[in-house]
Nanobody
Framework: QVQLVESGGGLVQPGGSLRLSCAASGSISSISAVGWYRQAPGKQRELVAA???????NYADSVKGRFTISRDNAKNTVYLQMNSLKAEDTAVYICNARVFLRNFWGQGTQVTVSS
Protein backbone atom coordinates (compact mmCIF):
# COMPACT_ATOMS: atom_id res chain seq x y z
CA GLN A 1 0.00 0.00 0.00
CA VAL A 2 2.91 2.33 0.74
CA GLN A 3 6.34 2.11 -0.82
CA LEU A 4 9.34 4.01 0.50
CA VAL A 5 12.64 4.63 -1.25
CA GLU A 6 15.56 6.24 0.58
CA SER A 7 18.47 8.00 -1.02
CA GLY A 8 21.25 10.41 -0.17
CA GLY A 9 23.52 8.27 1.96
CA GLY A 10 27.23 8.08 1.48
CA LEU A 11 30.64 8.69 2.99
CA VAL A 12 31.28 11.98 4.73
CA GLN A 13 33.97 13.33 7.02
CA PRO A 14 33.25 14.25 10.63
CA GLY A 15 31.64 17.67 10.77
CA GLY A 16 30.19 17.28 7.31
CA SER A 17 26.59 17.20 6.13
CA LEU A 18 24.25 14.93 4.23
CA ARG A 19 20.62 15.15 3.26
CA LEU A 20 18.62 11.95 3.14
CA SER A 21 15.42 11.64 1.15
CA CYS A 22 12.49 9.30 1.64
CA ALA A 23 10.16 9.24 -1.34
CA ALA A 24 6.75 7.69 -0.73
CA SER A 25 4.25 6.26 -3.17
CA GLY A 26 0.96 4.43 -2.90
CA SER A 27 -1.66 5.38 -0.33
CA ILE A 28 0.05 8.59 0.72
CA SER A 29 -3.04 10.03 2.37
CA SER A 30 -3.10 7.09 4.78
CA ILE A 31 0.27 7.95 6.32
CA SER A 32 0.00 9.46 9.79
CA ALA A 33 3.72 9.82 10.49
CA VAL A 34 7.13 9.26 8.94
CA GLY A 35 10.22 8.46 10.93
CA TRP A 36 13.89 8.02 10.26
CA TYR A 37 15.48 5.13 12.10
CA ARG A 38 19.06 4.00 12.12
CA GLN A 39 20.80 0.76 12.94
CA ALA A 40 24.50 0.13 13.33
CA PRO A 41 26.08 -3.33 13.55
CA GLY A 42 25.69 -4.76 17.03
CA LYS A 43 23.27 -2.04 18.08
CA GLN A 44 19.51 -1.84 18.36
CA ARG A 45 17.49 0.12 15.88
CA GLU A 46 16.70 3.57 17.18
CA LEU A 47 14.36 6.34 16.15
CA VAL A 48 16.32 9.35 15.01
CA ALA A 49 13.60 11.77 13.98
CA ALA A 50 9.92 11.74 13.13
CA UNK A 51 7.34 14.02 11.59
CA UNK A 52 3.58 13.61 11.70
CA UNK A 53 0.93 14.52 9.17
CA UNK A 54 0.17 17.39 11.53
CA UNK A 55 3.76 18.63 11.08
CA UNK A 56 4.88 17.89 14.65
CA UNK A 57 8.48 16.76 14.92
CA ASN A 58 10.62 15.00 17.46
CA TYR A 59 14.26 13.99 17.65
CA ALA A 60 16.51 11.67 19.54
CA ASP A 61 18.59 13.53 22.11
CA SER A 62 21.76 12.47 20.32
CA VAL A 63 20.84 14.41 17.17
CA LYS A 64 18.98 17.43 18.52
CA GLY A 65 20.42 20.62 17.15
CA ARG A 66 22.19 18.79 14.34
CA PHE A 67 19.46 17.00 12.37
CA THR A 68 16.29 18.45 10.88
CA ILE A 69 13.37 16.47 9.51
CA SER A 70 11.06 18.08 6.99
CA ARG A 71 8.63 17.16 4.26
CA ASP A 72 7.64 18.32 0.81
CA ASN A 73 4.06 17.26 0.24
CA ALA A 74 4.16 18.14 -3.45
CA LYS A 75 6.97 15.64 -3.93
CA ASN A 76 5.69 13.10 -1.39
CA THR A 77 9.12 13.20 0.16
CA VAL A 78 10.47 13.48 3.68
CA TYR A 79 14.00 14.74 4.21
CA LEU A 80 16.53 14.37 6.96
CA GLN A 81 19.14 17.11 6.92
CA MET A 82 22.15 15.96 8.90
CA ASN A 83 24.76 18.50 9.93
CA SER A 84 27.84 18.32 12.13
CA LEU A 85 28.03 14.60 11.56
CA LYS A 86 29.94 12.43 13.99
CA ALA A 87 31.43 8.98 13.69
CA GLU A 88 28.70 7.77 16.03
CA ASP A 89 26.13 8.65 13.36
CA THR A 90 27.43 5.88 11.12
CA ALA A 91 24.57 3.47 10.46
CA VAL A 92 22.02 2.30 7.96
CA TYR A 93 19.23 4.84 7.93
CA ILE A 94 15.76 3.50 7.24
CA CYS A 95 12.58 5.38 6.51
CA ASN A 96 9.35 4.26 8.17
CA ALA A 97 5.77 5.25 7.42
CA ARG A 98 3.03 4.62 9.94
CA VAL A 99 -0.39 3.72 8.59
CA PHE A 100 -2.92 3.10 11.35
CA LEU A 101 -1.67 -0.13 12.97
CA ARG A 102 0.87 -0.94 10.28
CA ASN A 103 4.38 0.18 9.48
CA PHE A 104 6.06 0.29 6.10
CA TRP A 105 9.81 0.36 5.68
CA GLY A 106 12.22 1.44 3.00
CA GLN A 107 15.32 -0.45 1.98
CA GLY A 108 17.73 1.71 3.95
CA THR A 109 20.65 3.88 2.94
CA GLN A 110 24.15 3.68 4.38
CA VAL A 111 25.68 6.68 6.09
CA THR A 112 29.35 6.43 6.98
CA VAL A 113 31.12 9.20 8.88
CA SER A 114 34.86 8.73 8.82
CA SER A 115 38.10 10.58 8.27
Amino acid sequence: QVQLVESGGGLVQPGGSLRLSCAASGSISSISAVGWYRQAPGKQRELVAAITSGVSTNYADSVKGRFTISRDNAKNTVYLQMNSLKAEDTAVYICNARVFLRNFWGQGTQVTVSS
